[in-house]
């Protein structure tokens, strides 16, 4: 079972930055994906950005260009740092990690508010 903890919302004016972070513990298969998906009210959970065990990313066509991903497999940990925000970023935010088989686990989601 994995349990993840996600830190670093909150609020910032349009333009700013954010960086959130979330640290995963217990049985952390080697091979694995984490990555962030957002919900804003009204609608559905969306994809923000992946990163894979070996490395390798993806990333919305909404946020391409301010926002990275990266991780500390030492330390499984994964973090997004989130540039040039836009109020249409304002969601809540949510970590998940997946192995290659099973569920995915999720975090219990970080309130991200970008005003304008």
């Known amino acids: 079972q994995v349990q993840l903890v996600e830190s670093g919302g909150g609020l910032v004016q349009a333009g700013g930055s954010l960086r959130l972070s979330c640290a995963a513990s217990g049985s952390i298969s080697r091979v694995n994906t984490m990555g962030w998906y957002r919900q804003a009210p009204g609608k559905q959970r969306e994809l923000v950005a992946f990163i894979t065990s070996g490395g390798s990313t993806n990333y919305a066509d909404s946020v391409k260009g301010r926002f990275t991903i990266s991780r500390d497999n030492a330390k499984n940990t994964v973090s997004l740092q989130m540039n040039s925000l836009k109020p249409d970023d304002t969601a809540v935010y949510y970590c998940?990690?997946?192995?290659?088989?099973?569920?995915?686990?999720w975090g219990q989601g970080t309130q991200v508010t970008v005003s304008s």
């Open positions: 998940y990690y997946r192995a290659l088989v099973g569920s995915p686990t």
